[in-house]
C-alpha cells in the first residue's frame, strides 16, 4: 500500500477518534498480534508445493474476522467505522517500522545487490507490464470492455486511483476498473500474493531472489506477505537476502512507480485494449454493464475518511508497534527481548523518526519510506562507523516479526471496504487477481532471466 505513504490530505478528514477508542484499537490489535505468533507458520501441501500460512496472514484474518463480526460482538469488542479508519491510518507507522529494518538489512548488502547488475533494473519492467499481460486477455474474454484498462494498467494503489480519475474520473469504466483492482488489492491482496508466492516458491522453479524481487509491487503490506512467504521456505542466510532484494525492489516501485505507470503501462495498455478488444472482446456482451447499471454499485472511490494522527501520538504509536513486534520476535523466533534486542528495536525507531524529520523538513515532496529507507541503509553501508554493531543489534529482530503489526492493522480496517467489495461482479475481481498475479509472475521471469545462472 504504497499510497499510505504519500501525503493524502484530499480525502475527507474523519471526526477524531477519542482516547479510548485508540487505546482498544491497540488492545485488540496486540491480542491478534499475540494469538497470530502463538499459531506460528502452517504449511498446507498443494500437489507438488505447498502453500505456507505465516502469522502475518493470521494477523490479517483475525482482525478482517473481528471486524465483519462487529456488529454481533458485545460493546468492548466492536470496531467502529470511526475505529476501522484509525487502525487505517496506522498502517503507516507499521509500515515505516518495518521499512526501517528492511533498510537496515540492505545497507550491509548493497555491493550484493549491486552485483546483481541488470535484474533489479529490467525486473520493474515486469512489474508494470505484467499486470497487463497477464489481465488484459482474461479481462476481455471474460466480457469486460473499458474497465480492463483501469484494472489491468497497474497494482491498482492509490497513485494509481489519482491518475484515472485525474484522467478519466471515477465515474467511467476506467474509474470503475481501477476500484475494482484497488478493492480486492485491499480486502485480499496480502492473502493472495502470500498464497501465490509461497506456492511458487515451493515449486523451487525461481531463484528465491528473483521471486523476491517480484515481491517488491509497490505495496508495502503485500510486498511483506509475499517476502515472508518466499522467505519462510529458505535458510535463515537466504531469508535475509530475500528480505533485502524485495525491499530493495519495492523501493524502486515506490519511488518511480508512478511516472512509470502514468507515462509507459497505462498508454501502452490503452494501446494494447485498442489492438485485442477487437479480437478478444468482439460478440461479447459487457460483463460490467449490470454492475454499472446497479444503483448500489460503487460509482465513485468509496469515502475512506482520513483519521489524523498528530506527532506525539504517531511516535507513541511507533514505540507500541515495535513493542509488539518484539512480542512477536519472542512467540516465533524464540529471540527473548533483553537489552541487546531492545536496543536493536530503539535504532529502527530511532531510524524512523530520522527519517521523518527529513520527510517533514523537506515538505513531504518525497515519500517518507524513500526517507526511512536511505537512512536505514546509510547506517549498516559497509565502512559507516559501527556499521557492524548497529546491524548486529538490528539483527536480532526477524523482519516477518515487524510484518505481523503491518497486517494486523490491515485486518482491522478492512471490514469497512467489503461493502462496496461485495457489489462488484466477479468477473472483474478475477481479472485484479490476474493482474496481481501478473506483476509478481513479471518481474520475478525478468529478474530469474537477468539472474541466470543463479548469484553465488
Known amino acids: 500500500m504504497a499510497g499510505e505513504l504519500f501525503a493524502t490530505n484530499t480525502r475527507p478528514v474523519a471526526p477524531p477518534v477519542s482516547g479510548g477508542g485508540k487505546l482498544t484499537l491497540f488492545l485488540l490489535a496486540l491480542v491478534i498480534v499475540v494469538i497470530a505468533e502463538a499459531i506460528g507458520n502452517v504449511s498446507i501441501p498443494v500437489g507438488a508445493g505447498k502453500i505456507v500460512l505465516l502469522p502475518l496472514l493470521w494477523a490479517l484474518l483475525l482482525g478482517g474476522a473481528l471486524g465483519l463480526m462487529s456488529p454481533r460482538l458485545p460493546a468492548p469488542l466492536r470496531l467502529s467505522g470511526a475505529l476501522q479508519n484509525a487502525a487505517g491510518a496506522y498502517l503507516q507507522p507499521a509500515l515505516l517500522i518495518f521499512i526501517a529494518k528492511l533498510g537496515l538489512l540492505v545497507g550491509g548488502s548493497l ?23 497477464f489481465g488484459l486477455p482474461v479481462a476481455l474474454l471474460l466480457g469486460i470492455k473499458r474497465e480492463a484498462i483501469g484494472a489491468t494498467f497497474s497494482v491498482g494503489r492509490e497513485p494509481s486511483l489519482a491518475i484515472i480519475g485525474e484522467r478519466y474520473g471515477m465515474d467511467s469504466p476506467e474509474g470503475r476498473g481501477v476500484l475494482a483492482e484497488y478493492l480486492t488489492g485491499t480486502v485480499f491482496g496480502a492473502v493472495f500474493i502470500a498464497l501465490l508466492a509461497g506456492l511458487i516458491t515451493s515449486l523451487g522453479i525461481f531463484n528465491p531472489l528473483a521471486l523476491a524481487m517480484g515481491a517488491g509491487v509497490g505495496s508495502g503490506s ?26 530493495a525492489s519495492n523501493l524502486v516501485t515506490t519511488t518511480i512507480g508512478t511516472y512509470f505507470t502514468l507515462f509507459l503501462s497505462l498508454p501502452f495498455t490503452i494501446w494494447a485494449y485498442g489492438k485485442l478488444e477487437p479480437i478478444l472482446g468482439r460478440n461479447r456482451p459487457d460483463a460490467a454493464r449490470p454492475a454499472a447499471a446497479d444503483p448500489q454499485a460503487p460509482a465513485h472511490q468509496p469515502a475512506h475518511e482520513e483519521v489524523r494522527i498528530g506527532l506525539g501520538e504517531t511516535v507513541l504509536a511507533w514505540i507500541l ?13 524464540g529471540i527473548v527481548p533483553d537489552a541487546q534486542v531492545v536496543a536493536g528495536m530503539a535504532i529502527i525507531i530511532g531510524t524512523v523518526l530520522a527519517g521523518w524529520g527529513l520527510y517533514l523538513l523537506l515538505g513531504r515532496k518525497l515519500p517518507a519510506v524513500l526517507w526511512v529507507s536511505i537512512i536505514g541503509m546509510a547506517l549498516t553501508y559497509p565502512g559507516t562507523p559501527y ?13 516477518l516479526a515487524l510484518a505481523t503489526p503491518i497486517l494486523t492493522f490491515a485486518g482491522l480496517s478492512v471490514a469497512k471496504d467489503v461493502p462496496a467489495f461485495r457489489r462488484l461482479g466477479w468477473r472483474i475481481v478475477v481479472v485484479s487477481f490476474m493482474a496481481n498475479a501478473g506483476t509478481f509472475l513479471g518481474a520475478a521471469l525478468i529478474a530469474q532471466f537477468f539472474m541466470h545462472p543463479p548469484l553465488g
Do not use: R
Not at 114 to 129: K, P, T, V, Y
Not at 387 to 399: D, V, Y
Open 111 to 133: 555491493p550484493k545487490i549491486l552485483a546483481s547488475g541488470w535484474a533489479l533494473a529490467f525486473q520493474e519492467f515486469g512489474h508494470f507490464f505484467g499486470t497487463m499481460v
Open 222 to 247: 503485500m510486498m511483506a506477505a509475499a517476502s515472508g512467504a518466499i522467505a519462510a521456505q529458505q535458510t535463515p542466510e537466504v531469508a535475509k537476502d530475500v528480505a533485502t532484494f524485495a525491499a
Open 321 to 333: 508497534i515495535g513493542a509488539y513486534g518484539l512480542i512477536g520476535n519472542w512467540l516465533t523466533y
Open 387 to 399: 556499521a557492524a554493531e548497529i546491524a548486529a543489534l538490528t539483527g536480532k529482530l526477524n523482519f
